[in-house]
C-alpha cells in the first residue's frame, strides 16, 4: 500500500486509474490538428451544400477560436472534451442534416471525413506527455502501485497514443468507451478497471481533467478523485468546472507518494 499526498489530502491506495486526454497528454496538442482538420473539412462540404450558416465550432462542439475562425483551444465541459467519438460524428452531421442531406447520408460523410481527419492525426503522432508525467510513473511503479487509463476514447486509440509516449508498458489496464455498457460519468470504466487491476475501487484514486472523470470515481466508490487544471496554476479558481474533486491540482509535481 502506498499514500498520495495532493495539497494536504490524502488517500491510502494500491491503485490509481487515470484519464487520457488533458490527463496524460497535452489535449491541443493530439487533438488541436484533429480538431482544424475535421472542422476544415466540414466547412468546405457545407459551402459545397450551398449552406449559408457555415459552422459553429464554439456552440456545436466547444472549440474556442481565434479572430480568423482557428481553433485555439477547448471548452473543458464541452463535446470535444468529454464526447465519444460516435458522439462528435453525431453532432458534425446535425449540421450537414440541416443542410439538406438525409440523415444515414450526413453521417457516412462525417465517418469518411473524419477518417480522413484521424490518418492525418496519425502521421503526425503529436502525442506529448503532460510536465513531469514520467517522473510521476516512475515513483508508482516504485511504490508498486497498479496504474490503468479508462477513457472515453477507443481502446484501440487510446494504446495508440500511450505508444507514441512510450508509456503503454506502464499501465495494466486500458479501459476505453467501447468496452463497457456506459460511459462517464458513470462508474463502469473505472469498475472494469478495479477488476482488471484486481482491486477494489475504494483502494484506488481516479486522476483527470474533467467533472466527468470525478463524477466517475466518485460513483464507483474511489479513495480519492484529483481534478487537473493544468492552464489554471497556483491559482484553482477558474477550475471551478471540476466541482466535484476532492482536490484540484495543476501538475504532477503536486503529487507525492508515501510508501
Not at 486509474?17 to 475535421?38: E, P, Q, R, V, Y
Not at 444515414?104 to 503522432?125: G, H, P, S, W
Not at 476514447?153 to 495508440?160: I, R, Y
Amino acid at each position: 500500500m502506498a499514500m498520495i499526498e495532493a495539497r494536504g489530502h490524502k488517500a491510502v491506495c494500491r491503485a490509481i486509474l487515470f484519464d487520457k486526454d488533458g490527463t496524460l497528454l497535452n489535449f491541443m496538442g493530439l487533438w488541436g490538428s484533429w480538431a482544424a482538420a475535421i472542422t476544415g473539412l466540414m466547412e468546405r462540404k457545407l459551402t459545397d451544400l450551398g449552406s449559408p450558416g457555415g459552422l459553429n465550432k464554439a456552440e456545436l462542439l466547444g472549440l474556442h477560436t481565434d479572430e480568423e475562425n482557428r481553433v485555439i483551444g477547448y471548452d473543458k465541459t464541452g463535446p470535444v472534451a468529454m464526447g465519444t467519438e460516435e458522439e462528435i460524428i453525431s453532432l458534425l452531421a446535425s449540421t450537414l442534416y440541416a443542410a439538406g442531406l438525409p440523415w444515414n447520408e450526413a453521417i457516412t460523410v462525417v465517418r469518411e471525413l473524419n477518417a480522413k481527419a484521424m490518418t492525418d492525426l496519425k502521421q503526425r503522432r503529436e502525442a506529448i506527455p503532460l510536465p513531469r508525467l514520467r517522473e510521476f510513473l516512475q515513483g508508482c511503479r516504485e511504490a508498486g502501485l497498479k496504474l490503468a487509463v479508462v477513457t472515453s476514447d477507443s481502446t484501440s486509440g487510446a494504446q495508440e497514443h500511450l505508444e507514441w509516449m512510450g508509456i503503454r508498458d506502464a499501465f495494466a489496464s486500458v479501459v476505453g468507451r467501447d468496452r463497457v455498457p456506459r460511459g462517464k460519468p458513470g462508474p463502469d470504466m473505472a469498475l472494469l478497471a478495479c477488476h482488471e487491476l484486481g482491486i477494489l475501487p475504494s483502494e484506488t484514486v481516479v486522476i483527470g481533467d474533467s467533472n466527468a472523470d470525478m463524477q466517475m470515481g466518485k460513483r464507483a466508490g474511489v479513495a480519492l478523485n484529483i481534478g487537473l487544471a493544468e492552464e489554471h496554476g497556483e491559482d484553482q479558481q477558474g477550475a471551478s468546472y471540476l466541482q466535484d474533486a476532492d482536490v484540484i491540482i495543476a501538475g504532477y509535481g503536486e503529487l507525492t507518494i508515501h510508501l
